[in-house]
């Protein structure tokens, strides 16, 4: 109940494609769901996050998509760049913890 | 920008020897975490820190883990007699807020038991 299932695995679109990075969690207490973006070499960084009260957050090119009736969410990233190349993980977490449950993480290639 | 910073970059160490991780937080944050990644797998949580004391940990954190802030800027994460798969990347992480929101990860440091 305290996995977060992250799918796809691996990733490659075409600059200016949209990519596309599902998620699903069982625990309805999860209140809290942010994306990390890891580069190689590096530790993962905050790149967006929403909470259960709203269904969609834009940043600039990224947004998360919410569906709470399916404990799911989802990534979109609009415009793809060779730049976005990375790891990405979703996570989660109860609104009285301390820890981020990760998913599994998607590696996106973008290709010029 | 600010960074959490983590020494060594890479460890190698036989099975059963003690190893110390370290980490310099960002100054201003009050909340401290371990995490590690597994090669090829996901991230996970060890252990939560905060006002000198483990706020929460996992399973993972068992008897052979301890982490301590010995003095105002580090923050260290011991392992006492590694195991084969102990071998990982660990990540320091800290916030200036409890809860998860917003955690500055470190680079990490990558840990090779053989």
């Known amino acids: 109940q305290q996995q977060v299932k992250q799918s796809p695995q691996s990733l490659i679109v075409q600059k200016g494609g949209i990519s596309i990075i599902n998620c699903a969690y069982e625990n309805t207490a999860f209140d809290y769901f942010p994306w990390y973006q890891q580069f190689p070499g590096k530790g993962p960084a905050l790149l967006i996050a929403?909470?259960?009260?709203?269904s969609e957050k834009k940043e600039g090119r990224f947004t998360i998509s919410f569906n709470k009736s399916a404990k799911q969410f989802s990534l979109h990233i609009m415009d793809s760049q060779p730049g976005d190349s990375a790891t990405y993980f979703c996570?989660?977490?109860?609104?009285?913890?301390?820890?981020?449950?990760f998913g599994t993480g998607t590696r996106l290639q973008v290709f010029p | 920008e600010p960074e959490v910073t983590q020494t060594p970059s890479h460890q190698v160490t036989q099975m059963g020897q003690e190893v110390i991780l370290r980490c310099v937080p960002i100054?201003?944050?009050?909340?401290f975490y371990w995490y590690r990644q597994i090669l090829g797998q996901k991230v996970e949580f060890l252990v939560s820190?905060?006002?000198?004391?483990?706020?929460?940990k996992s399973e993972i954190f068992d008897d052979q883990f301890s982490v301590e802030r010995p003095d105002g800027s580090n923050f260290t994460l011991k392992i006492r007699s590694t195991k084969l798969e102990d071998s990982a990347m660990y990540f320091c992480a800290s916030s200036a807020y409890s809860g998860a929101n917003v955690l500055t990860f470190g680079a990490g440091s990558r840990l090779t038991v053989l």
């Open positions: 929403i909470r259960p009260d709203v």
């Open positions: 996570a989660a977490s109860r609104g009285n913890t301390d820890k981020l449950i």
């Open positions: 100054s201003n944050h009050l909340y």
């Open positions: 820190f905060y006002n000198n004391e483990i706020s929460e």
